[in-house]
């Protein structure tokens, strides 16, 4: 699979990008808006994508669009990757307990898209987030 990970850090997921390319999957990590907008740009085609759940908060990003400083994957995939890729399988990644109030509140607003395949903890199960990409069921 051809995978698009959005995440910040690049030290800690140097590991997993690493482990997801041993299992023969292309990975672009793209770790901040620009970079995004960067790939976006490119038209190119991916399978999956895999969201941080913070991301940092940058200067185009409205403040009210934030939470802690933090861009929520939910306005990111809003604001660039929705109209791009519509129909390619997404899930978010989370460091957060995922019964804090905000990690329920995004829940919530993910599950309007078809294409939201789940919240995976950090650290994460290779092969959970893979099955949840591919719809494997």
């Not at 129909?87 to 599950?111: C, G, R, S, Y």
């Given at each position: 699979m051809k995978l698009l990970l959005v995440d910040d850090n690049e030290v800690d997921m140097k590991e997993f990008r690493d482990l997801l390319e041993i299992n023969e999957h292309e990975v672009v990590h793209v770790h901040n808006t620009q970079e995004l907008k960067d790939v976006l740009a490119k038209s190119s085609k991916f399978d999956g994508i895999i969201l941080d759940l913070m991301f940092p908060?940058?200067?185009?990003?409205?403040?009210?669009?934030?939470?802690?400083?933090?861009?929520?994957?939910?306005?990111?995939?809003?604001?660039?990757?929705?109209?791009?890729?519509?129909?390619?399988?997404?899930?978010?990644?989370?460091?957060?307990?995922?019964?804090?109030?905000?990690?329920?509140?995004?829940l919530k607003n993910l599950v309007q898209f078809d294409s939201f395949k789940g919240i995976f903890q950090k650290p994460v199960d290779l092969n959970e987030l893979i099955k949840a990409l591919s719809n494997i069921d």
């Amino acid at each position: 699979m051809k995978l698009l990970l959005v995440d910040d850090n690049e030290v800690d997921m140097k590991e997993f990008r690493d482990l997801l390319e041993i299992n023969e999957h292309e990975v672009v990590h793209v770790h901040n808006t620009q970079e995004l907008k960067d790939v976006l740009a490119k038209s190119s085609k991916f399978d999956g994508i895999i969201l941080d759940l913070m991301f940092p908060l940058e200067d185009d990003i409205p403040d009210e669009e934030s939470e802690y400083g933090y861009r929520i994957g939910l306005l990111l995939y809003n604001r660039y990757l929705k109209e791009t890729y519509p129909d390619v399988p997404f899930v978010i990644l989370t460091a957060m307990d995922h019964k804090i109030q905000i990690h329920l509140q995004i829940l919530k607003n993910l599950v309007q898209f078809d294409s939201f395949k789940g919240i995976f903890q950090k650290p994460v199960d290779l092969n959970e987030l893979i099955k949840a990409l591919s719809n494997i069921d």
